[in-house]
């Protein structure tokens, strides 16, 4: 008889160290977020990845009514000439959008449909509003009274990607686009920056994600900015994901759009503006930065229930006592609350065999797990497992509903400590060209998945050395982060000069 | 000198009376709610009109959810092919429908950008959901066990309308539609009239717009559905609105899109199917039911503010008294609730003369204006109008404020009341056709859209009659009453027998 090595049994297979690309697919099936759509690059957001998105938009929206936004809603269609008035902005979203061509259907010689009713004018699906909320802008900006206008949009836009991937890089998504104008500058880079700490304060204190926060090079700004600010996270394959972006666009689509204003002396000015947004990408970003090789790990701030409890009985007389204690212990917890909203607990009485049922919630990844038994009953206690760790303990009844909110906060913590901690292990400070190819090339062929991490750098300012960086490494530069101290250095690729090290990684 | 007689002064022109569908769009324009965007039939829904979207999402999603419902998104585009698989569904959406052909644009020989990558299969941009749905469903439902599945989607959708209307009818809109899977007949019947309730219940307690609530005609129902409820409204001009409808699809999608399950007994079946919808058209029946000749007026239940206070002052000294009171009311009225959610009070002290902020403030909506000057300051009160009656009181402040709920309450209470005592009014029984023709004829040539209103009249149950009523005297059958009693009588147009009344009139 063969030996195999002993392995620890995993709800996920494969594991993160197995293959991570097809981990990630398997967590998102176990949890049940979303699958591919019939339609090539679309997605379904099923009702427990849908109800991940509410809780993100619930907790953004907040965030930006509360920093003095209103929402609105542009239309779907932008007419194909309006891509063209902004140079970069169309040469940087032509290549792939969806093209409404026809506004009807007709049967043909053949009894088959066919496209009919050609448009005077191709419209295209939006693959972001800049140029149509611009024309809308420069309808209403007469005067600097009207300034500042301050919009949000939550809405579907469509980039017709070749290669798609659940949540990271669909042909549909999910997003919400920001629009502002500004009389000048100054204020229009404030809102810019503000928004990049929004995205930041959420992705860190909500999501338990900690970014960095940067500007993009030249070459990796937003199709028509002046200035784009980015915050990046570190995926648990050490790969960098952009979270989410905000863009300075100066006077381009202001004046592409003539956005105009009469200042306060009597003189017409354009406007400036700004864009910024996030999108169903996020929950990609929390998939990869806590779900472990049993599945999802959700931070009980985005949680849709933030525990199940579970009641263990063997026959109809324990089962109805069993129950009895679960719905009022459930109604105990509800009336507590977490950041200022019910915690919200569910109980599965489903007709399921006992490790079936729990780890379906251990796969769904809700951040508590309450089992209670006969046993407890009589203890007037329960057993309650966290999610994160894994750990379970019987606690008292009275003080898991008093203690519940914090033993959420403990989870949400722990969440932000860890992926932090990781990214620390993965970051390194590399000066030697040697050094970085040995950084960002995989121990073993086979796994070109796994590389170093995060690249502190220094960097000419080139977009020679990007390219060389590009072509060699596959790697980036992900931002100039915005409070890396001013530190006198050489290229780590040519060896000129250097105000400040940058960030060089691998991306999604 | 000629005299002119005397007309009294409205911040709407034209009004109700001299032009009804002007006054509808002053109205929705001085209410700063929506205008034509650049692009053919389509809008752009402004934060105060999309703020009033936000509350109807909200307080609907919230009865969805209460009665099992959870959120998915499914993909904007489907594939031509799926349309073509229900035949009265292709044949009702394929006349307008937004067809993309193409996935980018490429600069052509002189240079301008034109449509390319032909896709092998155009996609038609969803003009609702039912097929791409079913496809989804068909691969979710194996057993009894997989049933029932309610889920509701809130999404854009396109329906290339050539007349439109801004929110009675554009070619985008916005709105949820629920879809829903049985596996019983009955189930599925249950399912459709509880969700015709939920639109019922929300028009009239919400809304304020009464409603009647019924089944279509053969003709008049949703392509592809066995049973269409819908529920029906009273518009100031006499013409009804239908505002929500719940459609009982029987097995024609399930068949059509293979949704079957193997019930208890081990058998295939097909599943029974429902849908159900309502869109940004209720802001239009919001404003058409209760808006008057100086604007709109908002139900307090759907107001995106209840109250706005305006501080009245003649100079600095003067303007930090009675701001610093403005404030202090402010904050005792927001630590009020009103249906469980605080009240919400914005004070304006933009530099605007008081006329023309007063106007403002009822060419919105407001429910109640709070107008705080020295003297009030002086003796503990406000003066506090309503939008809805233009009745002012100058109110002591304790009073003002243990009262505020009460006082919107009363607001909310008086609209559905007023509304439905105008419905009344304007329905007769009807039975004879000279009658009938009269009540839809009207009296003035010149304004055809001033007519009688709801007539209740017996119907032989054929299309000859619909079509006859369409044609003579531009008249449908909005529904077959729910509750009507049961009345033996004689159809008003051929004499034949008839079992109960049913409704007749103009629509939108």
Not at 111 to 126: D, F, S, W
Not at 280 to 297: E, K, N, P, Q, S
Request: hydrophobic share 40%.
């Amino acid at each position: 008889m063969s030996q195999q090595p002993a392995k620890p049994k995993t709800a996920i297979t494969p594991t993160r160290a197995d293959d991570y690309p097809e981990w990630y697919l398997q967590v998102i099936k176990a949890a049940d977020l979303a699958e591919n759509s019939p339609v090539r690059g679309c997605m379904v957001i099923k009702p427990w990845g849908y109800s991940l998105w509410e809780n993100i938009q619930r907790d953004l929206d907040a965030k930006f009514k509360a920093t003095g936004h209103v929402n609105a809603y542009f239309p779907l269609f932008i007419p194909m000439s309006y891509l063209e008035k902004e140079a970069q902005h169309v040469e940087g979203f032509a290549k792939e959008c969806a093209v409404v061509t026809h506004s009807r259907l007709e049967a043909g010689p053949d009894g088959k449909l066919a496209p009919a009713g050609p448009l005077e004018e191709p419209l295209i699906v939006r693959p972001t509003s800049e140029t149509i909320i611009g024309e809308t802008y420069a309808k209403w900006v007469q005067s600097y009274r009207d300034l500042p206008i301050l919009i949000n949009q939550w809405a579907n836009v469509v980039r017709w990607e070749m290669r798609t991937r659940l949540f990271l890089r669909t042909a549909e998504f999910l997003w919400q686009e920001g629009h502002t104008v500004h009389a000048t500058e100054q204020e229009a880079m404030e809102e810019t920056v503000r928004m990049l700490e929004v995205y930041a304060d959420f992705a860190e204190n909500h999501m338990a994600m900690p970014v960095i926060q940067g500007t993009k090079t030249a070459g990796e700004r937003f199709p028509g900015a002046v200035e784009t600010f980015c915050i990046e996270a570190m995926m648990q394959d050490r790969k960098a994901l952009q979270a989410g972006t905000s863009h300075y666009l100066g006077q381009n689509f202001a004046k592409s759009c003539n956005i105009r204003f009469q200042d306060e002396a009597g003189a017409l000015q354009h406007a400036h503006t700004t864009s910024w947004g996030v999108s169903t990408r996020l929950i990609g970003g929390m998939i990869m930065t806590h779900a472990d090789d049993d599945g999802l790990v959700v931070p009980p701030r985005l949680a849709p229930q933030h525990a199940v409890i579970i009641p263990i009985y063997r026959d109809d007389a324990g089962r109805a006592e069993v129950l009895a204690y679960c719905k009022s212990l459930r109604q105990e917890l509800a009336a507590q609350t977490f950041h200022g909203r019910p915690v919200t607990v569910t109980i599965d009485d489903r007709d399921l065999r006992g490790g079936e049922k729990t780890w379906g919630w251990v796969k769904k990844g809700v951040p508590l797990r309450i089992e209670v038994g006969p046993r407890d009953l009589a203890a007037g206690a329960a057993m309650v497992a966290r999610r994160d760790t894994g750990e379970k303990a019987v606690v008292p009844r009275a003080e898991l509903v008093s203690g519940i909110a914090a033993r959420l906060q403990a989870i949400q913590d722990n969440l932000l400590a860890r992926a932090k901690a990781f990214r620390e292990a993965h970051t390194r400070r590399i000066d030697t060209w040697e050094e970085l190819k040995s950084f960002f090339t995989a121990a073993n062929p086979e796994r070109p998945e796994i590389h170093g991490g995060f690249a502190l750098c220094h960097w000419n300012g080139s977009a020679e050395v990007e390219k060389r960086l590009k072509e060699e490494l596959k790697v980036t530069i992900r931002c100039i982060p915005l409070n890396a101290p001013a530190e006198p250095g050489k290229c780590v690729v040519t060896g000129e000069p250097s105000p400040r090290r940058v960030v060089m990684a691998k991306a999604y």
